[in-house]
């Protein structure tokens, strides 16, 4: 199949191509943030969007990222559908409230009478920029309610985006600062949409299953290539969505592999590895080889430093040794 | 439309006759629920501020109550007594099922916004956030957001008014300055002018009404409607009133001065708008009495029908079958 040159998006334009797609269709579709109008949004994740659909639809709000959310909820419920700009992933502690006990708790408090279509786009992981890094996606799995979703590829970036904004249920959905604008890659035209809650393999293997989300999906990757030239084959899986999470793919997985490790640039305590290991552990003990493993960011606040910081994202070097741990083998240092 | 206030701000009888009928149902609701709960948060004595605001709200208008007295809201809006004691007495058939404490529950079918927090101040921009949806839509209608003094000294009130101007949306914001959060009075917590003169400063009207007067509530209120109704923005009420009982009803209060609350329980707002009707001839003592017994036996019987309602069950933790 040819890909055309001009289909090659980045992660960022492939979003930006979702959310106008689905603009152009549905007038209710609306963006609410800061500096998301002539700015074009931090990273220039709204790029454009002004220009095509105008201060009507590209609402721009002073600094206040829980009334926003709340304000997105309010409308939500007037028969708008919202994408809520809240920058960074630093910034969602402070919609929380907005998130957590609003927009997620309203549909199952209401015994099913309202429901909160809203998308809260956020910038998440390390990246070039070295800010903004802390990963908080975690919190949002914990209470019911919310969608969470954090997209590894272009092609699941307009996909995801497009089933996020459909969606009538609050979806949180974190775009990672390291894959944005780089590399490009094939994004179907027109309408693509993945669907919420699938999970992918991302690549297929007999040994081990890495579990894993944004990043750390091209990171396992890139530990796959290294792994199967010592003849260890991973199975590489795609969460795509946190929450609801497609337990049904990682048990597949893990059920025929026997072995397990899971993968985030989020802190280990609480994280969706946790999550994981315990799912898997109830469901699958008797299939598996090995204890399952973790890896995660240490408990500490994602310092700013380059030497400090870099020991926080899960590296390949990382993955390698853990998945030898899993097959048994003895490591040697590198 | 505002009709119930005449151009020199005298309402007419039959809109007297509502908001006492409505006045006294509030009352006697919240005796029942106090009877029922000691955890109960009434809103006795502040009847004046919930009836005179939410009567001003027409079909397809957004009412964002605050949580004190906001049973009474949806029966301003079209809901039905057995469905409003149906919230307290939480059965198969009530309003979400058990889910959210009675008094929060709202009535998103009447566009009232349920309370499903427990934080205060959201409410207040999901209000503003309906009102963005109303203008979009090309609606003349209006949000009406409630809250209490106490949630004035969030950051969530600070910043919705900010974008309420800011985005010219068509809300009345309607404090209930019943002067106390739990224990706190509001005189020691909010500072500079508070809190209606905060509004001014935010570049909207702000006016202090009597919050025991129900007439000087609706048209202070019918007033801030129509021009949020015209397109000229959000504007505040704030209503002084008192909360007369502790925080919930088995809360003693001991950290106020009772004098003073004998002095706002002789400013009654329903006893009030009785004197008044009774020195117009509207009622006579004899009605008086009867509409306070009739509404009693109503609440009574209302509630009656809730409590024979078909129980909840572990069950009906989950979404009913085909949701």
């Known amino acids: ?334 | 439309m505002t009709s119930q206030a005449t151009k020199s701000g005298v309402a007419t009888s039959d809109r007297l006759l509502e908001w006492h009928r409505a006045m006294v149902l509030s009352r006697e609701i919240e005796e029942y629920c106090c009877r029922l709960s000691g955890h109960w948060y009434p809103s006795l004595g502040e009847e004046a501020v919930l009836v005179g605001a939410y009567s001003q709200l027409d079909e397809g208008d957004v009412a964002a109550p605050h949580y004190r007295g906001a049973l009474i809201v949806p029966w301003l809006r079209g809901r039905s007594l057995d469905k409003v004691m149906a919230c307290v007495h939480p059965s198969q058939t009530s309003p979400t099922r058990g889910r959210l404490y009675g008094g929060f529950v709202g009535a998103l079918e009447h566009q009232v916004v349920p309370y499903v927090t427990m934080v205060l101040g959201p409410t207040i921009a999901i209000g503003c956030g309906w009102a963005m949806a109303l203008q979009r839509h090309a609606l003349d209608r209006v949000a009406l957001c409630g809250f209490g003094d106490g949630t004035a000294g969030t950051g969530d009130f600070h910043e919705t008014l900010n974008l309420a101007v800011v985005l010219n949306l068509p809300a009345v914001f309607l404090c209930h300055n019943n002067q106390f959060s739990i224990s706190t009075a509001a005189e020691s917590a909010l500072a500079g002018d508070a809190v209606a003169g905060w509004a001014t400063r935010y570049g909207m009207p702000g006016s202090t009404v009597d919050g025991n007067d129900v007439e000087a509530v609706a048209a202070a209120v019918g007033e801030a409607v129509t021009r949020a109704r015209s397109g000229a923005g959000p504007s505040m009420i704030e209503a002084l009133t008192y909360r007369r009982s502790g925080h919930f009803i088995a809360d003693p209060a001991h950290y106020r001065d009772s004098q003073l609350t004998r002095e706002w329980e002789s400013r009654d707002p329903i006893t009030r708008l009785e004197r008044r009707m009774a020195d117009a001839e509207l009622l006579s003592e004899a009605q008086i009495q009867e509409r306070r017994r009739d509404a009693r036996d109503e609440v009574e019987q209302a509630a009656a029908v809730a409590r024979a309602a078909p129980a909840l069950t572990a069950r009906d933790l989950w979404p009913r079958e085909g949701e």
């Open chain 1, 1 to 334: 199949m040819s890909e055309p040159e001009s289909r090659m998006l980045t992660m960022r334009q492939a979003i930006l191509e979702g959310i106008r797609e689905v603009m152009r269709m549905d007038q209710d579709v609306v963006v609410l943030g800061q500096d998301i109008g002539a700015f074009e949004g931090p990273l220039k994740s709204t790029e454009g969007l002004l220009e095509e659909f105008g201060a009507t639809r590209i609402v721009e709000t002073p600094i206040c990222e829980a009334s926003m959310t709340s304000l997105a909820v309010g409308a939500a419920l007037g028969g708008m559908k919202v994408i809520v700009e809240i920058m960074f992933t630093d910034l969602l502690p402070v919609a929380t409230t907005a998130l957590v006990q609003v927009a997620g708790a309203m549909r199952y408090m209401t015994d099913g009478l309202g429901s909160v279509p809203i998308v809260v786009r956020a910038r998440g992981g390390d990246g070039p920029y070295r800010a903004h890094p802390q990963n908080y996606e975690a919190l949002f799995l914990h209470a019911p309610g919310m969608t969470v979703v954090v997209p590894s590829n272009p092609a699941d970036g307009k996909g995801l985006i497009k089933s996020a904004i459909r969606s009538s249920e609050p979806v949180l959905f974190v775009e990672n600062i390291f894959l944005y604008n780089a590399p490009k890659a094939f994004v179907p035209e027109g309408d693509h949409a993945v669907a919420l809650g699938q999970a992918a393999v991302a690549r297929a293997g007999d040994d081990a299953t890495v579990v894993t989300y944004g990043r750390g999906v091209r990171t396992a990757i890139s530990a796959a290539n290294v792994l199967a030239r010592r003849g260890i084959h991973i199975e590489v899986i795609d969460l795509r969505t946190l929450s609801p999470l497609d337990e049904e793919t990682v048990m597949r997985s893990v059920r025929s592999t026997g072995r397990l490790l899971t993968v985030h640039e989020a802190w280990l305590a609480g994280g969706v590895g946790a999550e994981i290991v315990a799912r898997v552990s109830a469901a699958a003990m008797e299939d598996l080889k090995a204890p399952p493993r973790r890896i995660g960011a240490p408990p500490v606040n994602v310092p700013w430093a380059e030497p400090l910081r870099d020991q926080m994202v899960p590296s390949v070097a990382q993955i390698e040794s853990e998945v030898m741990q899993l097959m048994g083998a003895k490591v040697t240092a590198p």
